[in-house]
């Protein structure tokens, strides 16, 4: 099971001068998003620090993104991006101690003279194990709410860094830069282990207009059972190999094969996920895997398309950018999203992806480091060097 990785992208810091920033140790600076399914690691090392070289169990790859200006050399280094099953949150502890992320970070707090460090932190995780942290390292998760870290990683991503959104349809991924001023508002749409669905009206400005706890965690949980996989990406090595029109019920199978051309349903469009086995005297293990997973695979993502549509519609919204570990890159899963968006919306909005939709939480959190008086942590002048691999 890939169940940790770790990338990292290069930046320089481009701050406003703040002495605050001075008097801490800056090595490190990090932040976490614990999620029902994956923890979300985010810290940043400077050029020549010894964090490079230290815990190389996981893999570090540079991905290559780098700032114009050098204003605070104290800050130019790498932000990297690790994730751990939430299940094994040993890992991500043992992780941190290897990379002796616990000795550092971006703010302290005086505890009976004791200086204790404070690290910030969100999603669920943030409540549930904070005595964890408290108890192996001593350290306070400074909670941050899940939704504002959300939507500050998405602005921040969206802003600072170029050719971090895009489009994927018909097998092609074209990057999307959109103009600042042109960005508000958008749906935001978070598919974790459940889904969450946020209009975003600027920085800081925002509403969650719904959800649907079929997301993420449903596949996986469904996937696991049907297919006896044990991970997700087996699940998705499964589902590529799969046909879906031996599990769903299509229009054709209802209606033959001229559809129901006067509503505009197509004979291939799914009339019913899953609804084919209800006429096949059949059981599970007379259907084949890969046929399951890419069923299931299209059941959820085609639903989460449709409900973002319709809230997107709903607010008026041309825009639907879509966040969350979920979608990590996966062809076969964006496609799908981009063309139940296309379908419903009758070609008026857009689905697009974001290159580190797994950490719009995780950057969120690392970006409110700079509510609390501590500067720019990372530059707002991105720009790139090549074309990148996302961190997954
Ligand atoms: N390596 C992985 N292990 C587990 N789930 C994964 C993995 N990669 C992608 N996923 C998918 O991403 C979902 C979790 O997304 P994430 O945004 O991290 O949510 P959460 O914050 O709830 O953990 C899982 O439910 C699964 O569908
Ligand atoms: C509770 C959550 C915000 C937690 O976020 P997650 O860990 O799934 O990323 C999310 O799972 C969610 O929005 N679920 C859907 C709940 C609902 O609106 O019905």
């Not at 979300?40 to 780098?66: A, C, H, T």
């Not at 932190?121 to 939704?147: H, Q, S």
């Not at 006067?262 to 291939?268: H, P, Q, R």
């Not at 709903?314 to 496609?335: A, D, N, V, W």
Request: glycine residues 10%; charged residues 25%; neutral net charge.
């Amino acid at each position: 099971m890939e169940d940790q990785s770790c990338r990292s992208v290069e930046i320089d810091g481009n701050s406003t001068s703040n002495s605050e920033l001075d008097s801490y140790d800056h090595n490190s600076p990090w932040a976490l998003d614990i999620g029902g399914t994956l923890i979300k690691l985010v810290y940043f090392s400077r050029k020549d620090s010894s964090l490079e070289s230290v815990g190389n169990s996981v893999q570090v790859e540079e991905v290559g993104l780098v700032t114009g200006s050098k204003k605070y050399p104290i800050l130019d280094g790498k932000l990297h991006f690790a994730k751990f099953q939430t299940s094994k949150i040993n890992e991500c502890l043992d992780f941190i101690e290897s990379k002796l992320l616990h000795g550092s970070c971006c703010s302290h707090q005086e505890v009976s003279d004791k200086k204790k460090l404070l690290i910030k932190a969100t999603g669920g995780g943030a409540y549930k194990y904070a005595d964890l942290f408290k108890e192996k390292f001593g350290i306070r998760l400074d909670k941050e709410d899940e939704m504002d870290s959300l939507v500050a990683g998405a602005n921040f991503l969206l802003k600072a860094v170029p050719c971090e959104a895009f489009t994927y349809m018909e097998g092609r991924k074209d990057f999307v830069q959109i103009d600042a001023s042109d960005l508000f508002p958008y749906l935001l749409v978070s598919i974790g282990s459940g889904v969450s669905m946020i209009k975003v009206d600027g920085d800081g400005k925002f509403e969650r207009v719904s959800g649907t706890s079929l997301g993420g965690g449903t596949l996986l949980g469904m996937g696991m059972l049907l297919t006896n996989c044990q991970s997700f990406d087996e699940f998705l090595e499964l589902s590529h190999k799969g046909d879906n029109r031996n599990i769903d019920m299509l229009v054709r199978d209802i209606y033959g094969v001229t559809g129901y051309s006067k509503l505009g349903l197509s004979a291939t469009t799914i009339a019913s996920s899953f609804g084919k086995v209800s006429f096949d005297n059949k059981v599970l293990k007379d259907y084949k895997k890969e046929d399951l997973a890419r069923s299931l695979l299209r059941m959820i993502s085609n639903n989460v398309a449709q409900i973002a549509y319709l809230n997107a519609g709903h607010g008026q919204l041309k825009r639907i950018i879509f966040g969350g570990f979920f979608t990590r890159g996966h062809e076969y899963i964006m496609e799908t999203i981009s063309d139940g968006v296309q379908y419903w919306s009758k070609g008026k909005a857009k689905a697009m992806f974001l290159r580190h939709e797994g950490f719009l939480g995780a950057l969120g959190a690392f970006k409110s480091y700079e509510k609390h008086g501590l500067g720019s942590l990372m530059g707002h002048h991105l720009t790139e060097q090549s074309p990148v691999a996302s961190p997954r």
